[in-house]
């Protein structure tokens, strides 16, 4: 059975990403490694620093180890939060805080409630090994923003946005379909078919 690590402590994260996979995958995050730091996010870009994640957790644990960095783009914001989606109200705001400064930043700028406020949400998968990257995948899904919460499922950001071609949030879909429209099922399909193609086959067997 194939097994991979998920260089991340977020429960919500590693969950949405087994999900992904499916039953047939042994997928493990850090949260049984207390003795790994944290590393900086210090990448201007989503891939910087889903690569930066990737290559520290891989310096220490063998085999694959797949990190994410993902986040919404706010086209009214100039793409913010971007990069910060996870900080946008601080070091250590909760998704409760972000989406609170989201809707402030919005309301700040009196945008008009008739007009769609566009924005996507983009995720940059990195897969390392031995300290070293192996590859990058990238996902997005377009979509707009509400500019009142809407469900109880999904996180962070996900009872603000609707995905083009939907009525319903990230948070009011259930997470079968949120997972064949993510942007991070997106990056997702391209990890599996580079898994498909990568030789020998079984570097990701236990």
């Known amino acids: 059975m194939p097994y991979l690590t998920i260089a991340t402590r977020n ?17 493990e995050d850090l949260t049984a490694r207390p003795d790994l730091p944290e590393p ?4 201007a870009t989503f891939e910087e620093n889903a690569i930066i994640k990737a290559v520290a957790a891989s310096q220490a644990i063998p085999g694959l180890v797949l990190a994410d960095d993902s986040g919404l783009e706010v086209d009214l914001l100039g793409g913010a939060p971007g990069v910060r989606s996870a900080r946008y109200a601080g ?3 909760t998704d409760q805080q972000n989406r609170a400064r989201l809707l402030d930043e ?4 009196n945008h008009a409630a008739e007009e769609p406020v566009t924005a996507r949400f983009h995720c940059v998968i990195a ?7 192996l590859e990058t995948f990238s996902g997005a899904v377009d979509g707009r923003i509400v500019l009142v919460e809407a469900g ?9 946005f609707i995905p083009d071609g939907w ?10 379909t949120k997972n064949t429209l993510s942007h991070r099922a997106r990056a ?19």
């Not at 429960?11 to 997928?27: H, M």
């Not at 109880?152 to 603000?160: H, Q």
């Not at 009525?167 to 079968?176: C, K, M, N, S, V």
């Not at 990890?191 to 020998?200: A, D, G, K, V």
Request: glycine share 10%.
């Open 127 to 133: 897969v390392a090994e031995n300290g070293s990257t």
């Open 40 to 43: 900086d996010e210090t990448g």
């Open 167 to 176: 009525r319903q949030t990230f948070a009011e879909l259930d997470p079968a």
């Open 91 to 93: 070091p250590k705001a």
């Open 106 to 109: 919005l309301a700040r700028l």
């Open 188 to 206: 997702m399909e391209q990890f599996i078919q580079w898994l498909s193609r990568r030789e020998p086959a079984g570097d990701i067997a236990t």
């Open 152 to 160: 109880a499922g999904g996180f962070g950001y996900d009872p603000l």
């Open 11 to 27: 429960a919500n994260k590693t969950r949405e990403l087994s999900a992904i996979l499916g039953p047939d995958w042994i997928v």
